[in-house]
């Protein structure tokens, strides 16, 4: 349903890369698999509260009308598109309240990706309800597997699932989209996690949840989204001094009570598969192990393979398998969430191959 035309980079118009091509391919690629993927398109429903828990009401009431605002106002019916950004030099001397969308567009957007289209709300909602569904199923899968794990099961085989959706979700903030998105998918099913009273510790406190956010670029969305509390633990492998370019330094580390729970690892363009797997196990044993989380969602991103056309590291398809292993080894209940990733000839393989890296299986 999300289909806008054309994107601005390095100054050219170009074919939107966040396309539904993306969904198809990496759907083919694992409904080829039957052996190892069980794939269902049923979702539920959760309404507005999870996704308010997250977004400011003034940003919903903005996506939701944006489209025909914007036509009623003139604007060209290829979408919605911000001529006129309140860079903070600008906007400095007061704080006015945009009246009109032309305006509007600028005052809830950060750049020239995140094109909203007649459908691209309707798009969003239903990429966060299917994330949400999987948290349930989450939930679900995760009391098996520790009745199991108390009955003397080992860790080695924890439960994965995947939500596959577009469009994706970890740059969108509280109140501004952009990077190709809109809702925050993993900042919603996380926050709809923590607020469940049903889900208790042992010691009768919140589940704890770690968000990996293994995409080529930083989650700035989930960062602001989460940077004040103490619980999820995110975590973020991202290049180093690329887009958005003015987030995920080493030394944002949180703010009060979330101080030290936000941990950025940049990495320099050159990262390899060895590089990039042992960055990962590192973080793993410093950070995720010691956290002690029920659960962790993965904001999932091949965009770190070597021939994207607009990221890349040096990743190859080979990599990708090593990397959902070292995920597996943390041995926890597992929700993975489509973020990034635009070489559409291997985005099915690169991401089955997180997937059944995951599984135990190359």
């Given at each position: ?12 118009e170009t ?213 004040t509390t ?87 398809s080979e ?44």
């Open positions: 349903m999300h289909t806008p035309q054309y994107e601005f980079l390095s100054g050219a074919h939107y890369f966040e396309s539904p091509e993306r969904r198809e391919a990496i759907l083919n690629f694992l409904r080829s698999h039957p052996d190892m993927f069980e794939v269902t398109e049923y979702f539920e429903d959760f309404g507005y509260q999870p996704i308010k828990r997250v977004h400011k009401k003034d940003f919903l009431e903005y996506l939701e009308t944006a489209y025909e605002e914007w036509i009623a106002e003139g604007g060209h019916p290829n979408g919605v598109l911000p001529a006129t950004i309140p860079h903070h030099k600008l906007a400095r001397l007061g704080r006015l309240k945009a009246s009109n969308c032309l305006a509007k567009s600028g005052q809830y957007c950060f750049d020239l990706s995140a094109v909203i289209t007649k459908n691209t709300f309707k798009s969003a909602w239903n990429a966060a309800q299917i994330t949400l569904t999987a948290a349930k199923e989450l939930v679900r899968i995760g009391e098996e597997y520790e009745m199991n794990v108390t009955d003397g099961s080992s860790r080695e085989n924890p439960p994965g699932l995947y939500a596959l959706v577009r469009p994706p979700g970890h740059h969108a903030q509280s109140d501004l989209c952009g990077g190709y998105c809109f809702l925050n998918n993993v900042a919603i099913a996380t926050q709809w996690l923590i607020d469940q009273p049903e889900l208790k510790r042992k010691d009768g406190g919140l589940k704890k949840i770690v968000i990996l956010d293994i995409d080529f670029h930083h989650g700035n969305g989930t960062q602001e989204i989460f940077y103490s619980n999820p633990l995110y975590i973020s492998l991202h290049s180093d001094d690329d887009y958005p370019y003015f987030t995920g330094s080493e030394i944002e580390r949180g703010e009060g009570e979330g101080l030290g729970f936000n941990i950025n690892l940049p990495l320099p363009k050159a990262t390899t598969d060895d590089d990039y797997v042992e960055a990962l196990e590192k973080l793993i044993q410093e950070h995720i192990i010691p956290y002690k989380a029920d659960y962790v969602i993965v904001s999932l991103g091949v965009d770190t393979f070597k021939d994207d056309p607009i990221a890349g590291f040096l990743v190859t990599g990708y398998p090593r990397i959902g292993n070292a995920i597996r080894k943390i041995g926890l209940p597992t929700l993975f969430v489509q973020e990034g990733g635009y070489c559409i000839e291997m985005l099915g393989i690169n991401v089955g191959g997180i997937l059944s890296g995951f599984l135990g299986r190359a």
